[in-house]
T-cell receptor
C-alpha cells in the first residue's frame, strides 16, 4: 500500500516563499511528482524528481531524498494566482499515487 | 501546446444507467490513464492502458468498469451500471512513455449519478 502525507493547509503572503513537505512510504518508486490543482480543475504538472537532489524550474523547485522518503516543493515570489492545492504524487509502476493535497492561500 | 481533451465536461445520469466518458490523449503519447476524484478527496488511480490492453488497474476498477481505444485517437471509460458512489470527477491522462514520464491530465468529466 501507499502512505503519502502532506500538510492540509498553508498560508503565506504575496512575495514570500513557502515550502510544502511530503513524506511517503510506498512499495515501489519510479519518481515523485508535484502537481498544482485549482478548485474544479485538472492537476497541472509542476515538477518531478527521480534522483536525489534539487530540481529548479523558475519560481518552483522540488527536492527529493529517497532514503528518507521525503520531498518538498518550494514556491518563491508568491503571487495571488498561486493560491491552489498542491499535490504530491509517487509513481509506482504505471500508477500515480496522490497525497491529499496542501491548500495554499496567498494573502496580499 | 498539445492537450488532453475530454467530453462531456459534465454528465448527469440515473443510477443503474451506463455512461461512456471520452478522452482524446496527446497525439504522440502511448500510455493512457483514468483517475477519479470524489469531491473533497484525493485523486485516485483507476487504470492504465498501453498497446491496446490494460497494463495495471486498481481495486476500484471492478467489473463495472471497462476501457477501450475504439480508434486511433479516442480513449473511453465505460461504467456499466452506475451507482451513487460513482459520482466524481473523472480525469483522463496520457504520457509519452512509462518510466518516470510525466502524465498530463485532461480537464475532467464531472459525473453526477442521481
Amino acid at each position: 500500500g501507499q502512505n503519502i502525507d502532506q500538510p492540509t493547509e498553508m498560508t503565506a503572503t504575496e512575495g514570500a516563499i513557502v515550502q510544502i513537505n511530503c513524506t511517503y512510504q510506498t512499495s515501489g518508486f519510479n519518481g515523485l511528482f508535484w502537481y498544482q490543482q485549482h478548485a474544479g480543475e485538472a492537476p497541472t504538472f509542476l515538477s518531478y524528481n527521480v534522483l536525489d537532489g534539487l530540481e529548479e524550474k523558475g519560481r518552483f523547485s522540488s527536492f527529493l531524498s529517497r532514503s528518507k522518503g521525503y520531498s518538498y516543493l518550494l514556491l518563491k515570489e508568491l503571487q495571488m494566482k498561486d493560491s491552489a492545492s498542491y499535490l504530491c504524487a509517487v509513481r509506482e509502476g504505471y500508477r500515480l499515487s496522490f497525497g491529499a493535497g496542501t491548500t495554499v492561500t496567498v494573502r496580499a | 501546446e498539445p492537450e488532453v481533451t475530454q467530453t462531456p465536461s459534465h454528465q448527469v445520469t440515473q443510477m443503474g444507467q451506463e455512461v461512456i466518458l471520452r478522452c482524446v490523449p496527446i497525439s504522440n503519447h502511448l500510455y493512457f490513464y483514468w483517475y477519479r476524484q470524489i469531491l473533497g478527496q484525493k485523486v485516485e488511480f483507476l487504470v492504465s492502458f498501453y498497446n491496446n490492453e490494460i497494463s495495471e488497474k486498481s481495486e476500484i476498477f471492478d467489473d463495472q468498469f471497462s476501457v477501450e481505444r475504439p480508434d486511433g485517437s479516442n480513449f473511453t471509460l465505460k461504467i456499466r451500471s452506475t451507482k451513487l458512489e460513482d459520482s466524481a470527477m473523472y480525469f483522463c491522462a496520457s504520457s509519452e512513455g512509462r518510466q518516470a514520464d510525466t502524465q498530463y491530465f485532461g480537464p475532467g468529466t464531472r459525473l453526477t449519478v442521481l
